[in-house]
């Protein structure tokens, strides 16, 4: 960076549309605040920082994110306390994983300074947008694409970086139920599922689509090339509880890192709570779920830290949790958002104070 990132430049927005906005009815992701963060990569390097009122891109046609889907993005939230101090929750790991997706795209990464200043100054300059009311939260997303043109099937020479906000309620997930999908992988060995890239998105929204029509609300991945191996729970990473074991699958080529889940398993292990990070069969899914020592199944991410399921499908059966008061999943996720909303100590390390 060529600028000095204390001085990002900030044009307000001459209408701000704050007034109109009803913070007690918030839904998730639909509502952007008045400014966005963007800067450009060209001539080898990121340029032209800079905090701007929201609003649509110009774009030409040929513009290579249309039709080689050279994107990444990350999914992070702003906390506001009963102080109006502003948080943020690991944020250098996402990050670390931005830089990760890109390198994977072909992208150039980006500089950690330049995505904390930029995140920094657009939460300051968008502060009265975050939300103060617990469960409420401000999402955001960084994301990075191909900007330069041409039809050629190559990495693009120019990138473009922005971070957009939307001020955001609970996310309501309601009873879930999943079904084991055998047929559709998200993801395979040496691609691109360890990334957060568009297309893997893209991919899965079919396999969801026919999902959905048979009653389902998400999928769960298995491994694609058995179908025998529990990988991940639509876009989040996957938790279940047999016994009193908690347990997940190790990371792979094909599973996103998720900070939820490391933030899980960390917190699993200082509080005591019995966790096994292995590979875990269909088999041994169902076969819990018959034998009645699986208590809990639930998604871990960002958006709604734990989500439960409350049944899953496979091969035309329908299995039921019980519901019950003393889950791992409230507790995780009472301990997880007293932590982001700086309610209480936080012994990891993982808040992150913005002011
Ligand atoms: C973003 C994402 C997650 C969750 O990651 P967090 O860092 O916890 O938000 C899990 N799985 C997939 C496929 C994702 O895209």
Redesign the pocket.
Same mark, same amino acid.
């Given at each position: 960076m060529e600028v000095s990132l204390k001085q990002i430049p900030v044009t307000k927005t001459k209408r701000s549309r704050l007034a109109e906005v009803d913070f007690d009815n918030l839904s998730f992701g639909n509502v952007f605040t008045d400014h966005m963060f963007i800067c450009e990569y060209r001539d080898g390097k990121w340029q032209d920082a800079r905090v701007i009122p929201y609003g649509p891109l110009s774009l030409d046609p040929a513009t290579k994110v249309f039709h080689y889907g050279q994107e990444a993005f &990350? @999914?992070?939230k702003a906390y506001k306390d009963l102080q109006g101090k502003i948080w943020l929750f690991r944020p250098l &790991?996402?990050q670390k994983?931005l830089n990760k997706s890109a390198v994977r795209l072909a992208m150039p990464e980006l500089p950690e300074a330049l995505f904390m200043e930029g995140l920094k100054t657009l939460l300051e300059t968008d502060r009265d947008w975050i939300p103060q009311k617990s469960n409420s939260s401000l999402y955001i997303r960084p994301f990075i694409f191909a900007s330069g043109t041409g039809f050629h099937a190559s990495p693009s020479d120019r990138y473009t970086f922005i971070i957009a906000c939307a001020p955001s309620g609970a996310y309501f997930s309601g009873k879930v139920s999943v079904r084991i999908e055998e047929t559709y992988s998200?993801a395979a060995n040496g691609g691109v599922?360890y990334a957060?890239a568009g297309g893997?998105?893209a991919g899965s929204f079919y396999p969801m689509q026919l999902a959905a029509q048979a009653g389902f609300q998400q999928v769960i991945w298995t491994d694609d090339h058995s179908h025998e191996f529990i990988e &991940?729970a @639509?876009?989040?990473?996957i938790f279940m509880r047999i016994g009193d074991t908690l347990l997940t699958c190790p990371t792979s080529d094909r599973?996103?890192? @998720?900070?939820?889940?490391?933030?899980i398993v960390q917190l699993a292990e200082a509080e005591g709570i019995p966790l096994e990070v292995r590979r875990i069969r269909v088999s041994e899914l169902v076969g819990a779920a018959e034998d009645g020592s699986l208590k809990e199944l639930f998604?871990? @991410?960002?958006?709604a830290v734990v989500s439960p399921i409350s049944s899953f499908g496979y091969r035309g059966k329908l299995y039921t949790l019980p519901e019950r008061e003393d889950s791992y999943a409230t507790r995780i996720k009472k301990r997880i958002t007293d932590i982001q909303y700086n309610r209480c100590a936080d012994p990891y390390g993982w808040r992150y104070e913005v002011g």
């Open positions: &990350e @999914g992070m &790991e996402n994983r998200r599922g957060k893997n998105y &991940e @639509g876009a989040m990473n599973i996103l890192d @998720g900070i939820t889940r490391k933030s998604g871990a @991410g960002t958006a």
